[in-house]
């Protein structure tokens, strides 16, 4: 299995405990905002209609996704927000990809720095780690579909990588196919559908103390008020994992 699908594997996982957060309505309008710069039409932007997606699937009102879009089309005023990406490195030399939406980048950047360096981490330079990721269509259908006809429909549809270790079967594509391997595989069948940095390749993390560490530092950055996502080039053994949770 290759790195991209061992993070988008564990990325889900983590996701689950992400839904609990007070936060998140907050985050997904910043980031149906951004996308809405480029339009506001999601049937003519790819961006924002995955955006809109992403933030019905976490039940956002309507309301709220209404507004974002005004903020970021400019009907509705206010400060503009702009998409920020950080790179650096956690515990055990894993390469952590921070993307955050913010109207001030003098607040975010400090509060990033700081939060690496807290939890045994360091803020690399631009271009550090980035090497070492690319973006990637994440699929990750639902449970108790049927995987073998999922994962022909979504080989047929252009699919490049394809998870099935798990409870839920995870598929990767280029992002100009993710709409279409989607709709192959099948709406009701997919739980979620967005465009994530992945990495190439993963460091498995299998010191238990090292491991915690981490995901504490993957969780602080996961709670900065500007941050929206989070991607770390990093394998947990199951039975670490296990052990964590």
Sequence with gaps: MSGHSKWASIKHKKGATDAKRGKVFTKMAAEIAVAAQSGADPAMNFKLRLAIQKAKAANVPAGNIERAIAKGSGQAGGAKLEELLYEGYGPAGVAIMVKALSDNHNRTGPDVKSTFTKHGGNLGSQGSVAYMFEQKGVIVCKPNIDNDSAE????????????????QLVVLTSPGKLEAVRDAIGEDNVESAEVQQTPSQSVVVDDESKAKTLLNLIDSLEDLDDVVEVT???????????TLE
Excluded at 152 to 167: E, F, N, P, Q
Excluded at 232 to 242: A, K, L, Q, Y
């Design 152 to 167: 022909l429909s979504a080989i047929d549809a252009g699919a490049d990588d394809i998870d099935d270790s798990g409870d």
């Design 232 to 242: 770390g080039n990093f394998d947990i053994p199951e039975e670490v994992m296990s």
